[in-house]
């Protein structure tokens, strides 16, 4: 496979280059900042109107904006509020079909003259929907127009000819999630609710999901008090789990751990003679098999262990937890 060597007329052109780059985060943090100033009644308006909506927040914009509009949307869907985008030539060719009159439509452009997003104000008009606009000229169109109008004004884009959209679509994005936030706090959003809409996210997966479902089962690492701490260890090197169980008459009595190894050395225990009841842990931690994965995960960081033993209604051990993944 062929490697391409990037080439640089001088070696200042690349110095040059980072440093530009460097100064342009610089740049975006400082305006992000300045942003904050624009949280102010009109924002309150449109978070008390979004939230207190009957319908969805349909959300559009062309080129750039409509790409981040596709992320708004997407954040507000993932986080409670009902939200969807759409483009705004096809809304002008049919899909404004797909908006009623209780839905909020956010329009999105910096300028706030975009023709195709100035062309759907007309009708979403008629059908009688609020419109929040968020642009970056409170002069505009859009702005004049609206019912609300969010200020995502920068002073300079950070490209070095000032025209590529930079720091605009920065800021649109960072008030975005500016009103996603408040939306959160508003409607008293849980982390269990997040879950709900992510099931195949780690968080979702933690929080819905059962011991039982992602325990280990098979071929777990039993000893008996009386063995010898040379089986134990053949026992917990056999098994991934780097411990081993200690059961009398199918009774969980202890738990030795790579630690209590190593205690135990420490402490000149002889493990040529010692037996596994003389080097356990007594009374090990446990949790019930049908508990959710997060509990076992906070009982086990609380412990400041990585496994925990699992049981099922009878007292019957049946697993070990490890640490989701």
Same mark, same amino acid.
Request: overall charge negative.
């Given at each position: 496979?062929? &490697?391409?060597t @990037?080439?640089?007329?001088?070696?200042?052109?690349?110095?040059?280059?980072?440093?530009?780059?460097?100064?342009?985060?610089?740049?975006?943090?400082?305006?992000?900042?300045?942003?904050? =100033?624009?949280?102010d009644?009109?924002?309150k308006?449109a978070?008390n109107a !979004?939230?207190?909506? $009957?319908g969805?927040?349909?959300?559009? *914009?062309?080129?750039?904006?409509?790409?981040?509009g596709?992320? !708004?949307a997407?954040?507000?869907?993932?986080?409670?509020?009902?939200? /969807?985008?759409?483009?705004?030539?096809?809304?002008f060719?049919?899909?404004?079909?797909m908006?009623?009159p209780e839905?909020?439509? #956010?329009l999105?452009?910096?300028? *706030?003259?975009?023709?195709?997003?100035?062309?759907?104000?007309p009708s979403?008009?008629? /059908?009688?929907n609020?419109?929040i606009?968020m642009?970056?000229?409170?002069d505009s169109t859009l702005? =004049?127009?609206?019912?609300?109008? #969010?200020n995502?004004?920068?002073e300079?884009?950070v490209? @070095?000819?000032n #025209?590529?959209?930079?720091?605009?679509t920065?800021?649109?994005?960072?008030?975005?999630?500016?009103?996603?936030?408040?939306?959160?706090h %508003?409607?008293? /959003?849980? @982390?269990?609710?997040?879950?709900?809409?992510? @099931?195949?996210?780690?968080?979702?997966?933690?929080l #819905?999901?059962?011991? $039982?479902?992602?325990m280990v089962?098979?071929d777990?690492?039993f000893?008996?008090?009386d063995?010898?701490?040379?089986?134990v260890?053949?026992?917990?090197?056999n098994?991934?789990?780097g411990?081993a %169980?200690?059961? =009398?008459?199918?009774v969980?009595?202890?738990?030795?751990?790579?630690?209590?190894l190593?205690?135990?050395?420490a402490?000149?225990?002889?493990?040529? &003679?010692?037996?596994?009841k =003389?080097?356990?842990?007594?009374?090990p931690?446990?949790?019930?098999?049908?508990a959710?994965?997060?509990?076992?995960?906070? +009982?086990?960081?609380?412990?400041?262990? $990585? +496994?925990?033993?699992v049981?099922?209604?009878?007292?019957?051990?049946t697993?070990?937890?490890? /640490?989701f +993944?």
């Amino acid at each position: 496979m062929a &490697v391409i060597t @990037p080439t640089f007329n001088t070696s200042s052109d690349l110095t040059q280059a980072v440093i530009e780059a460097h100064d342009s985060v610089l740049e975006q943090s400082r305006q992000i900042q300045r942003l904050a =100033q624009f949280i102010d009644e009109q924002f309150k308006l449109a978070v008390n109107a !979004i939230h207190n909506c $009957k319908g969805r927040l349909i959300i559009s *914009g062309m080129g750039k904006s409509g790409l981040i509009g596709k992320k !708004i949307a997407a954040t507000m869907a993932s986080t409670g509020t009902s939200s /969807f985008y759409v483009h705004p030539g096809e809304a002008f060719h049919g899909d404004l079909g797909m908006i009623r009159p209780e839905d909020i439509v #956010l329009l999105i452009t910096n300028s *706030g003259e975009t023709d195709e997003v100035i062309k759907l104000i007309p009708s979403l008009k008629n /059908f009688g929907n609020t419109i929040i606009g968020m642009t970056g000229k409170m002069d505009s169109t859009l702005a =004049q127009y609206a019912d609300i109008t #969010l200020n995502v004004s920068v002073e300079r884009e950070v490209c @070095p000819n000032n #025209l590529a959209p930079t720091a605009s679509t920065t800021a649109t994005l960072v008030m975005g999630d500016a009103l996603a936030v408040a939306l959160i706090h %508003m409607s008293d /959003f849980k @982390p269990m609710d997040f879950a709900m809409f992510h @099931p195949g996210g780690s968080l979702g997966r933690k929080l #819905l999901t059962k011991v $039982k479902d992602v325990m280990v089962k098979n071929d777990l690492p039993f000893v008996k008090p009386d063995d010898t701490m040379h089986s134990v260890i053949m026992t917990m090197t056999n098994s991934r789990l780097g411990l081993a %169980m200690v059961m =009398q008459d199918d009774v969980l009595i202890g738990v030795i751990t790579d630690g209590d190894l190593r205690r135990a050395l420490a402490e000149g225990v002889d493990l040529k &003679v010692a037996t596994a009841k =003389q080097t356990m842990s007594l009374a090990p931690i446990t949790i019930q098999e049908d508990a959710m994965v997060a509990d076992g995960e906070e +009982q086990m960081r609380s412990a400041h262990i $990585k +496994q925990i033993i699992v049981k099922n209604s009878e007292d019957c051990v049946t697993g070990v937890l490890e /640490f989701f +993944q």
